[in-house]
């Protein structure tokens, strides 16, 4: 019987510190293809297990199994596998760049490659993402010019949102990605609305909210399925569980739920967890609920469980809050290494020909980055316009403005 004296104030504690042993051993993770694939019109109180447990298709031997498998070609695959590369090459010249100081700040995607890389190809043209500052992947995925992207990270002439923007928080309509906010969890909510708006003009498309496991613990993130779950919106509610927020660990944010997939439960949003280092996982759960939203179903939570290895961003130094070896202990593994395998094993792909691909693909982004430098960085070269923060905010230009810009000679 609990003792009924002297209340104690409860604050989580993670499961190791720094100089620790890592330890993950309160990670369950159930066998590959073990995890039914409900009807897509399920009636969310009979799937409310899969809160808690993990979907996974891809087993240690690289096969895919299960009933969540097989909806993807070789090729496909090879795409897939291809786009993470890429993201990840992209990553590592971007970190460069900043600890050059070509750039102010970055934000690295190392171990979370398959979530944004898959889900991007489970949707269609005119769907639109609200992403947070992790999700480079959705364009990546999708075409958009990787010289576009290093040129707005270095806020340089040709920086598509002429440097108004932090580095990293791109924007592009044509692509279904809404402007990153900065400011945590504030465009949960606004997936929502976006989706209420193209179902209330008998629209076709459907939106995707994106949240890092951290930011669950905002109040726009209730909010958020409050009015999903209210209105039926036609959304896909992403949360990234990485297990860290800037330098605190998933369970500050989590709570007493058990899962972040769990919070959709008590609002009658069906919930799923799914094994995010799973490219075949992550697409396959992806078009689930992408088609429940398509077909007016309502919303779909969706909790992708992963790991970030690298640190928070170009500021942070993640030794100071957790053991340096906890990457290496994460038992999901690599997303790209568990891609390529499963692709070796099919025999459509071997070792040489991945060395091949990395070789290809870092030419590819070095010339990238040689033509995006080309219209300059943060501290040389071509700069954007003193007269673009005049404009394209106002229809019609305040009197106070003209003036300013009138004395600014621009």
């Not at 030794?319 to 390529?340: C, F, N, Q, T």
């Amino acid at each position: 019987m609990a003792d009924a004296g002297m209340l104690r104030f409860h604050v989580p504690e993670p499961e190791v510190r720094p100089g620790g042993t890592p330890d993950f051993s309160n990670v369950t993770i159930p066998k590959a293809g073990s995890a039914p694939r409900p009807e897509i019109d399920v009636d969310p109180r009979t799937i409310r297990d899969m809160a808690f447990s993990i979907i996974r298709v891809l087993n240690r031997d690289g096969e895919a199994v299960g009933p969540w498998a097989g909806l993807l070609s070789d090729q496909e695959l090879l795409e897939g596998l291809r786009h993470m590369m890429t993201l990840r090459t992209f990553d590592a010249r971007m970190q460069m760049a900043q600890r050059q100081g070509k750039t102010s700040f970055y934000m690295q995607h190392l171990g979370e490659e398959a979530v944004s890389c898959a889900f991007r190809k489970a949707l269609a043209k005119g769907d639109m993402n609200f992403p947070t500052y992790r999700q480079a992947g959705l364009l990546i995925a999708d075409g958009y010019p990787m010289v576009t992207m290093m040129n707005q990270i270095y806020s340089n002439e040709a920086d598509p949102l002429k440097g108004r923007q932090l580095p990293i928080m791109y924007s592009s309509k044509e692509h279904g990605f809404f402007s990153i906010s900065g400011n945590l969890a504030t465009q949960y909510i606004q997936a929502v609305g976006w989706a209420m708006a193209s179902a209330i003009s008998n629209d076709s498309h459907i939106a995707a909210a994106w949240i890092g496991d951290g930011s669950t613990a905002e109040s726009d993130f209730h909010a958020a399925l409050v009015f999903a779950s209210t209105y039926k919106a036609p959304v896909v509610l992403n949360v990234v569980n990485n297990q860290w927020a800037i330098s605190t660990f998933q369970g500050i944010a989590r709570g007493g739920s058990g899962t972040f997939a769990a919070r959709g439960l008590g609002f009658g949003i069906p919930s799923l967890r799914v094994d995010g280092n799973d490219y075949l996982a992550v697409h396959a759960v992806a078009k689930w609920a992408i088609e429940r939203a398509r077909r007016n179903l309502g919303p779909t939570l969706v909790e992708y469980v992963t790991y970030r290895v690298g640190a928070h961003s170009s500021s942070d130094d993640p030794s100071a809050y957790r053991p340096k070896a906890e990457s290496d202990a994460w038992p999901l593994g690599d997303p790209i290494v568990r891609l390529k395998n499963h692709l070796i094993q099919r025999g459509v792909w071997s070792d040489e020909r991945h060395a091949q691909a990395e070789a290809e693909i870092l030419e590819t982004v070095i010339a990238a980055q040689k033509e995006a430098e080309s219209h300059g960085t943060l501290h040389a070269g071509g700069k954007p316009s003193t007269r673009d923060m005049f404009e394209g905010v106002y229809a019609e230009m305040p009197p106070h403005l003209r003036r300013q810009r009138q004395q600014a000679g621009v």
